[in-house]
């Protein structure tokens, strides 16, 4: 449970059991062979085995960890169903709302904040809404303004089909961007600040990915608002796991890390770490990219695949909160540029008869779960002096052995090389995950888009023979 923490009455649920039913999957009879084999049990890998399983294949699922979800996890604080990773989506991202409608589950909206904090070249301070939404909508018209830039994403649902300006851009970063554009000095802190959210320091981030998520936004200030954090699902994204391994009708072995890979002309065979074998006919390796650093792949990947996973494309250093606080007098929402405050992002989740929730996320690591409650009722207190915390569960992302990152953060010069290529098959085996998803890359939603493209592909596999 590297990584992972509770304090003082909050439990992380998901963390330490078994999704319903999980536990009593029968093994793989060893007379019945498998079709295909899934090694990672996220998003990406659940959608993959449930499509490949619905389409008549015999699919067994590999999860190294004790539980479903991924770089999802929920758990329980204050009486409420808390996820303590990926959380938040938007019924613009086609994908996971098809899933939300198709098990008809239920969503529900965080609060509109009622205080605004925010870091401007120095300590978080109160802002008006009114005048931070001024100050967002002038420096996001200016940073995407230029019509050349908006040309490279003119389709961020296929980026490679851009060419050379997807390459140009790709080799800036969001920083060389804000320098160029020159914003008033306190606009020019509040779109950092938001920026945080994109999980490394911006002269790291690609100018690209980041001008992909406005593109996903059309280039409008409230849509690409929007796709921050709105909605959730009232039972965690749990709800959705489960929905989808109960309409699966695949196998499942957890606590099953994978070591070796190996495929040949007739199929693919696989070891985990107890050593136990399986062979398919192909697999769907859906761990993310900084996984697969831990798993031997025979013949050795192709060298994009092997240069990802040495970059990482995760962000490295985030860990994130749910905290139960008092004394708050009303919804807030505080953020902060990337390393100026122990949480760049801070906002309220629910309101309960007991104060309320907030999403806490330390975007560069400056505060992990070992730290504990005192230090992060202080970090609280810089914008918030009468805010008492009664409780948290939180998850070190980084820290994670089968994760090693959050969500996903692309550096410069990595969509070019890895977006809408590292899902390409090799032979029999193709990739899937969120960080390198064709639209959505590094997003709840992406993970799903990539995981039925990967069902897909190795579907037309197979029925090759």
């Known amino acids: 449970m590297d990584g992972v923490a509770v304090g003082r009455r909050g439990v992380i649920a998901g963390g330490i059991g078994l999704l319903a039913g999980a536990a009593a999957t029968p093994a793989v009879a060893a007379d019945r062979p498998i079709d295909v084999l899934v090694i990672g049990g996220g998003l990406a890998g659940l959608i993959a085995a449930r499509d490949l399983a619905r389409d008549g294949h015999r699919v067994l699922l590999l999860e190294a960890r004790p539980r479903l979800g991924g770089r999802v996890a929920w758990g329980q604080l204050a009486g409420q169903a808390v996820d303590s990773g990926g959380t938040w989506f938007h019924w613009h991202q086609a994908a996971i709302w098809r899933e939300v409608q198709r098990y008809e589950l239920e969503v529900v909206e965080r609060p509109v904040a009622d205080h605004y904090f925010i870091g401007a070249g120095g300590p978080l301070?109160?802002?008006?809404?009114?005048?931070?939404?001024?100050?967002?909508?002038?420096?996001?018209?200016?940073?995407?303004?230029?019509?050349?830039?908006?040309?490279?994403?003119?389709?961020?649902?296929?980026?490679?089909?851009?060419?050379?300006?997807?390459?140009?851009?790709?080799?800036?970063?969001?920083?060389?961007?804000?320098r160029a554009i020159r914003l008033d000095p306190v606009d020019d802190s509040a779109l950092r600040a938001i920026f945080s959210d994109f999980g490394r320091p911006l002269d790291q981030v690609s100018l690209a990915w980041a001008m992909q998520r406005m593109a996903n936004g059309l280039w409008t200030y409230e849509s690409f608002m929007a796709l921050f954090a709105v909605y959730r699902l009232r039972g965690t994204m749990r709800a959705l796991c489960e929905a989808i391994r109960a309409d699966g009708g695949f196998d499942l072995r957890l606590g099953a890390p994978v070591t070796q890979v190996a495929q040949g002309?007739?199929?693919?065979?696989?070891?985990?770490?107890?050593?136990?074998?399986?062979?398919?006919?192909?697999?769907?390796?859906?761990?993310?990219?900084?996984?697969?650093?831990?798993?031997?792949?025979?013949?050795?990947?192709?060298?994009?695949?092997?240069?990802?996973?040495?970059?990482?494309?995760?962000?490295?250093?985030?860990?994130?909160?749910?905290?139960?606080?008092?004394?708050?007098?009303?919804?807030?929402?505080?953020?902060?540029?990337t390393g100026t405050d122990p949480f760049e992002f801070t906002f309220t989740h629910s309101i309960l008869d007991d104060g309320q929730l907030l999403s806490a996320y330390a975007m560069e690591g400056a505060l992990g779960v070992r730290d504990g409650a005192a230090r992060m009722e202080a970090a609280l207190r810089r914008f918030a002096p009468e805010a008492r915390l009664a409780g948290f569960v939180g998850h070190d992302w980084g820290r994670e052995p089968f994760s090693l990152g959050g969500s996903g953060s692309l550096k410069r010069g990595q969509m070019a090389r890895f977006v809408d290529r590292l899902d390409r098959p090799i032979g029999r085996l193709c990739f899937a995950g969120a960080d390198f998803a064709p639209q959505f890359a590094g997003f709840l939603t992406g993970a799903i888009e990539s995981g039925a493209r990967a069902a897909r592909r190795i579907g037309g596999i197979l029925r090759r023979g």
């Open 265 to 337: 002309a007739e199929g693919v065979s696989v070891r985990t770490a107890d050593g136990t074998a399986f062979a398919a006919r192909a697999a769907v390796v859906a761990t993310p990219v900084e996984a697969w650093r831990a798993i031997r792949f025979s013949p050795d990947l192709p060298a994009d695949h092997r240069q990802a996973a040495a970059e990482g494309m995760a962000a490295p250093r985030l860990s994130n909160f749910i905290l139960h606080v008092r004394g708050l007098p009303g919804a807030v929402n505080s953020f902060a540029p």
């Open 125 to 178: 301070r109160a802002m008006p809404p009114e005048e931070l939404d001024g100050r967002l909508r002038r420096g996001l018209a200016a940073f995407w303004g230029d019509p050349a830039l908006q040309a490279a994403l003119a389709t961020p649902f296929a980026v490679q089909a851009s060419g050379d300006r997807l390459v140009a851009l790709d080799r800036m970063s969001v920083e060389d961007r804000l």
